[in-house]
Every structure is written in structure tokens, then in C-alpha cells.
């Protein structure tokens, strides 16, 4: 089956991502929203927090949503850099005829119908972005923008060791046909809030080799789904730790837990132990208990797995 297949045998798609809304999640849902409403069909993305406001001049007109429909007729359901259903919206994909899994998480657990899982690649708006062009698929500009974006989040503006010599040349192709570099802008832009909460971090940040960690407490009053990428990128460049943690708490002794690492230690070995997910080198979970209970265990898990190595 190819993507051409599927754009041909369904007239209706909804589109689901991950929690936790980042560059990639929201430019390669978005790419293929535009794509397919390009196509005259009716399309409708499903994102678990709202779309944050940065990227809101990409959405342009799309149906955005915050839950399913109430009727899903005989929609084809599209989940896009998810390596669990779990991860996104809760729906019991068995309620559908066709459900498409185009990702690049190593932890994917192939739920689809049809799957397209490319762990080796940098995001999955390079895997979508390949396709397109290995099937001929011509699409509208809008779609490149998205797809680029997808791209440079992922890599960090192609900072990050998942940024291979093919990552550039799709990336080369994607951005030839978009409408110009000023779309890597949205990436780094940052809110007044954004910077209170990087201030936040910096002060909290603790330092117990070979982890660094931070809290980001409940009283600041920050969505679940507050994007802290920009956090972990700027954290990176300080070389010395090997694993970089930030707790982020989303009610009474319950943190959301992202972790960034450099090295060989597997981060997400340890996320799946939490019922979480990811990449080797970032990953994220959600651990009950209050903050110096979730550091310890945290803490004892990473070291486990480094002497393991």
C-alpha cells in the first residue's frame, strides 16, 4: 500500500498526534491536513492540548479540534509521530475501518493498519516528506512549510546527531518548495511566558553527576501540554551532564518527566519502565509520587541502565 493508495480510497480523515505538542507532532499533522484538504477532502486534525499560538498561522484553515467527533462516519484515522495510541487522544482505534501509524519512535509499536516506522530518520516530517517525493505526490506550498518545520524542530535547526546527510537533502528539497527559510523563525520564537519559565528552570536546576534536574512546580499554573523543548535544547549545550531531567508537575504528586541525554544510555528503556516513550536520546513519562520521591526513582533507574552499559 502507498500514501496514494490511501489519499484515493477514503474521502474523510481525522488526524491525531501526541500529547505533549511539539514542531515535529504539530508540522507533520498540519503538512498532511493541507495536503489532503488540497485533495478537495474533508479532513479534520485532533491534537490533545490546543495548538499552541506560534504555530496557529500554519493551521491557516483547518479544522482543529480538542476531541472526536461524535459521529466518525467512515473516516480513515491517521496517527502521526505517535508511537502509541495511548500517547494521543483516548480512542479505541478498533472503531475504525483503516487507521494509518507514520512515524519515527523507535518504541512505535506498529498498531496501524498500514505503518510507516522509520526509527533511523530524523522526525517524521523527513519520513512523510520522502514519501511524497519517492510517489510523485505534488503538494501546495503550505505543505512544504509544515513538512520543513517538522524537520528543524526535530533536528533542533540540524543540531542534533539524528540530522544525517540525507535529513539535509530532503530537507534541501522540502525547503525549495516552500516559501522560504523564515519559516525556522516559528521554531525559536519564545513568549514572554516561555522566558519566565526558562528563568524558572535555571534556578531550580540541580546538578548531581552524572544528571542534571529541574521542577517546574504546579503554581505557575502551566498547561499539561506546555511544549518544553525549547528548555531541553538550550539545556543541551552545557556539555558536561550525560542525562538532563526536568519535572514538570501536572496535579498533587503527579510530574510529567522530560529527559534529554548524550552518550549511549537508551532514555527510552527507561521512559517505557514509566509507561512512556521516546527516543534514545529524548524521551518523556509521567511518574506519581511528590518531587524527591520521582527524582530518586528516576534517578536509580538511569543509574541502573548506565552501569548496564
Known sequence: MTLR??????????????????????????????????LGKDVSIIFPEPL???YL???????????????LSDSALLFLDCADPERGLKVEISRFLFVANIDHHISNTNFGTWNVVKPEYSSTGEVLAEILFNEGIEAPERVWDCLYLAIFSDTNGFRFSNTRPQTLEIAGKV?????????SSIFFS???????????????????????????PLSLGLPEGFDSDFIMNIWKNWPEPQVYLLFKEISPN?????MRGRGDIDL???????QGGGHPSASGCRVKGNLQEVEKILREAILDEIRRD
Not at 19 to 38: C, E, F, R
Not at 175 to 183: A, M, T, Y
Open 190 to 216: 519564545l513568549s514572554q511566558l516561555d522566558l519566565k519559565v526558562l528563568g524558572v528552570v535555571f534556578t531550580n536546576m540541580v546538578y548531581d553527576p552524572p544528571i542534571a534536574f529541574s521542577y517546574l
Open 175 to 183: 525547503l525549495s518548495r516552500g516559501s522560504g527559510p523564515e519559516v
Open 5 to 38: 493508495d490511501v489519499l484515493s480510497n477514503f474521502t474523510s480523515f481525522l488526524i491525531v498526534s501526541h500529547q505533549g505538542l511539539d514542531g515535529d507532532a504539530v508540522g507533520s499533522s498540519l503538512g498532511m491536513g493541507h495536503l489532503i484538504s488540497s
Open 52 to 54: 499552541p499560538q506560534k
Open 254 to 258: 503527579s510530574f510529567k518527566v522530560s
Open 57 to 71: 498561522p500554519l493551521a491557516g484553515e483547518l479544522s482543529v479540534l480538542s476531541e472526536f467527533p461524535s459521529q
Open 268 to 274: 527510552s528503556k527507561i521512559a517505557g519502565k514509566f
